[in-house]
């Protein structure tokens, strides 16, 4: 039976996401999880109406009004969201990152729709006596963090998840071209909840950038908490895809 005639891919995956989030501690929330990672795993770029983009395209639809002039780096397409979930689309510019941040007491789960990505998933860790931070950790907040992966990402890759305590802080950089992701978080971020975005930058210096790999994984760093970065932000697009009703 063709696609259209049934509920969208899509759509069956915003509700197997309220099913699996609704009860994050519930006894079926792994379960329900597995089943969504399933559901996640067969979305295709062409299921949300998307197409790769060229440079060129990338600019021209630059989402909402330019800022400064400038086209944003990161755009949003914004699908759906209830209290227990959100979802949408990120574009990436060739080039582009999504710096370091966090998703406080959250779950995630992202699905690469086209181009790769690299993702670099890190942990918070306890304050140790044992492991006193460096003396650049006057400058302001600072955490130990477990930096415990880095990996590449395609259309091919299934889903990268986090939980609120496994790979719970991430960068992601759009390599070798454009790129676009599905995701899902859960629940929102809310400030008025303490689910509030921060960001990070390591004491030590940026993460490694394409063609340089990091010291052995995982492996124990610092970060130092920073304001959002000023080369940053996100604009908005219209979603062109199935209507999604919850």
């Known amino acids: 039976m063709p696609r259209d005639n049934m509920a969208s891919l899509i759509q069956r995956v915003a509700r197997q996401a309220r099913i699996t989030f609704r009860s994050p501690a519930g006894p079926t929330f792994g379960e329900n999880l597995h089943r969504l990672q399933q559901l996640l795993d067969e979305v295709r770029a062409e299921d949300l109406h998307l197409a790769p983009r060229g440079p ?20 949003y397409m914004h699908i759906c969201e209830t209290e227990s979930f959100s979802m949408g689309v990120f574009l990436l510019r060739s080039g582009a990152c999504i710096p370091l941040h966090d998703h406080p007491g959250m779950n995630g789960m992202l699905k690469v729709l086209y181009g790769t990505l690299r993702i670099a998933c890190l942990d918070t860790l306890p304050p140790s006596a044992a492991a006193p931070p460096p003396p650049a950790a006057a400058a302001g907040p600072c955490h130990r963090a477990l930096y415990r992966s880095r990996q590449h990402y395609t259309p091919a890759s299934p889903p990268c998840l986090l939980s609120p305590h496994t790979d719970n802080l991430h960068q992601i950089d759009a390599v070798d071209g454009p790129a676009a992701f599905l995701d899902i978080l859960a629940p ?50 219209p979603y062109p895809g199935p209507r999604v009703c919850l």
């Open 56 to 75: 060129s395209a990338a600019a021209a639809a630059g989402g909402g009004l330019p800022w400064s002039g400038v086209v944003p780096p990161v755009s």
């Open 188 to 237: 929102p971020y809310d400030p008025q909840h303490g689910r509030d975005c921060h960001y990070y930058r390591l004491l030590e210096g940026p993460l490694p950038q394409a063609g340089a790999e990091p010291p052995g994984l995982p492996r124990e760093v610092w970060l130092m908490e920073t304001p959002q970065a000023a080369d940053f932000w996100c604009g908005g697009e």
